[in-house]
Structures are given as C-alpha cells and as structure tokens.
C-alpha cells in the first residue's frame, strides 16, 4: 500500500498500515469465506486439518486461478501462512494477525 510520506508520519503508523492491508485483503466474500473456513479446518494437528488448494478449488465453486489468485492476497496480508511439502502447498491461518486485528477494529 502506497501511503504520501507527509501523510504516514503525521497521522498513520505502521500498525494503522499493517491492519488496512488486512482490511483491503478481506475486503471480497469469497476471501472472508476462506479465511472463515481455514480457521476452523485448522484448529487442530492431522491429516484431516490440512488444507491445499485443490482442497479449496473442491469445496469452493470457483476457478483454481481464481482460488489462487485470493489466497496470495491474503499471503500477501499474512493472514494466510503456507508450507510446502513435496509438490503440495499447505495453507494455515495466521490466528494471531487475525485476533489483532479483530481488537484493532474495535475501537
């Protein structure tokens, strides 16, 4: 995110940057929708809490480069953490960026 220096220096700080970067990574349903839906996939350790994106490209009725293309946003915003293993990438939420957020927003 682009922010005028005379502007940031005055009036925002890194964290007012950090959580707007959030904001707009949320800012389309189906992004809410997959950010919704790691949190609870992934609350525990195993197999059956594990996503990929063929995972997500299954459960959501969209493109696999329309479901990529949301998930770098959201990696981008580092609400989405991801770990590769052989030829799999592996989405996990970042819980605590999103419980940060969730105390920014309410002021």
């Excluded at 922010?3 to 940031?8: G, K, L, Q, V, W």
Aim: include cysteine; proline fraction near 1%.
């Amino acid at each position: 995110m682009r922010i005028r220096a005379a502007i940031s220096s005055k009036y925002i700080n890194e964290t007012d940057i950090e959580m707007a970067e959030i904001a707009n990574a949320l800012a389309h349903p189906l992004r809410v929708a997959l950010v919704r839906y790691l949190g609870t996939k992934n609350s525990g350790k195993g197999v059956d809490n594990v996503t990929c994106n063929k995972d997500l490209v299954e459960l959501f009725d969209y493109s696999q480069s329309t479901i990529s293309q949301h998930v770098k946003i959201l990696k981008d915003a580092g609400l989405f953490i991801t770990e590769s293993k052989d030829k799999f990438t592996y989405y996990y939420l970042n819980k605590e960026l999103l419980k940060r957020f969730g105390t920014f927003v309410q002021l």
